[in-house]
């Protein structure tokens, strides 16, 4: 997030552009720096929706709410 991923060893640049970190730290800092839609934008939104459609069941099974 605070280095960029062109930097990192070519193994770990595949991960890091997969992240949801990243991706969400991209969207923010589009959204910051330029006018418009960030284009990450999609992407970032289905990570967010996919990992609260797996973790909110989890959790609500878990805990018995």
Excluded: K
Aim: positive net charge; hydrophobic residues 50%.
């Amino acid at each position: 997030m605070f280095v960029p991923v062109a930097t990192f060893p070519a193994w770990l640049q595949s991960f890091a552009r997969a992240s949801p970190v990243t991706l969400t730290a991209n969207t923010a800092r589009s959204y910051a720096l330029l006018p418009g839609v960030p284009g990450s934008l999609g992407e970032t939104a289905a990570w967010i929706g996919g990992l609260l459609a797996i973790f909110i069941p989890l959790c609500v099974w878990r805990y018995g709410g």
